[in-house]
């Protein structure tokens, strides 16, 4: 069976929610779905004086193991449209990886949550992607074969290079069942895909 690794980094749950939503449809579109995150690098005293969501069901990667995944589709919220730094800490260790090709021909994609609608969440899917493609990954994005992203009747995330969802300034809104359908639609798509590059 295709194993497809949801990798993600959430502050306050928002991208937690999502990669539920994304294994969901990576379990629907007939593929083992992992998911676990990146350890937090802040202090503990900044991350509680911030309120951060430490207590999260996922377990924690580690970069020994990315290999062994026909899949990664990786998660974050923005910082000033970049990757958060606890993302950046992990990836930043997968040089070894890098020299010996581990990664290439994997499927990557990517998905990610901003305080408001231009926020940066095009910038920081790039931000991934580009990460993805030094690796030597295979990256898809989330086509308009889903769209609820050409909606106009509301505010929303998503975009073609990944499902995105907006959280508000206080971290006071949380997925849309317009966003969470997003996440599923690309977490199916990945395992699809997935399933015919192992092929």
Known sequence: ?????????????????????????????GAEALVKRVPETAPAEVAAAAHFKTEQAAPICTVDELPDYDAIIFGVPTRYGRLPSQMAAFLDQTGPLWARGALNGKLGSAFVSTATQHGGQETTLFSLITNM????????????????QMRLDEVTGTSPYGATTIAGSKGERQP????LDG?????ELVARLAAKLAA
Not at 4 to 22: K, Q, R, W
Not at 135 to 140: A, D, E, I, K, Q
Not at 176 to 179: K, M
Request: charged fraction near 15%.
């Open 176 to 179: 849309s069942a317009n966003e």
């Open 1 to 29: 069976m295709t194993r497809v690794l949801v990798l993600y980094y959430s502050s306050y749950g928002h991208i937690e929610t999502m990669a539920d939503a994304i294994a969901e449809g990576v379990r629907a579109g």
């Open 133 to 148: 493609l030094h690796l030597g990954m295979v990256v898809t994005g989330l086509p308009y074969s889903f769209s609820g």
């Open 183 to 187: 996440a599923r639609h690309q977490g």
